[in-house]
């Protein structure tokens, strides 16, 4: 339908196009690629916190944590169970040295220090992810695995 708003005819809500490295990842119905593209274009955007107090999402010397399951509530409240299952299976994170999914970091604030559950994902994916990060957040530091 052709009106003086909208001049060509058009697919009923189709999302922008957003910049994925595969638009097919999106369009695939996986909810770890959702996510993915989700978090891809939230942080390109602007969207999504990084390096705040309240952010989900910090840099580290060591490349780029997600706060779990912080982030993955913040995707879908619902399944967010099911998407942080799925986004494992991606393999994009890096595993501790004993095969754990799930790192831990420290935050140091002015006040208090805080202990987080993150997943990380190395310098080399985030830069094939097509993602420029700020530099790391000096508050926040990747703790050892035994």
């Known amino acids: 339908?052709?009106?003086?708003?909208?001049?060509?005819?058009?697919?009923?809500?189709?999302?922008?196009?957003?910049?994925?490295?595969?638009?097919?990842?999106q369009a695939?119905?996986?909810?770890?690629?959702?996510?993915?593209?989700?978090?891809?274009?939230?942080?390109?955007?602007?969207?999504?916190?990084?390096?705040?107090?309240?952010?989900?999402?910090?840099?580290?010397?060591?490349?780029?944590?997600?706060?779990?399951?912080?982030?993955?509530?913040?995707?879908?409240?619902?399944?967010?169970n099911h998407v942080q299952k799925r986004f494992q299976k991606l393999k994009l994170h890096q595993r501790t040295h004993d095969n754990m999914n799930i790192w831990t970091c420290k935050a140091s604030g002015a006040r208090k220090q805080a202990l987080m559950k993150v997943y990380l994902i190395s310098k080399t994916e985030v830069s094939e992810l097509g993602l420029t990060l700020p530099p790391p957040n000096p508050a926040v530091n990747l703790l050892p695995m035994a």
């Open 28 to 80: 695939s119905g996986d909810p770890g690629k959702q996510f993915l593209a989700w978090l891809r274009d939230g942080l390109t955007m602007g969207r999504l916190a990084i390096n705040t107090p309240q952010a989900r999402i910090h840099v580290v010397e060591q490349g780029l944590v997600l706060v779990s399951p912080g982030i993955f509530k913040d995707f879908d409240p619902a399944r967010w």
């Open 1 to 25: 339908t052709s009106s003086p708003t909208n001049p060509r005819p058009t697919t009923p809500a189709s999302p922008p196009p957003s910049p994925i490295k595969n638009e097919a990842d």
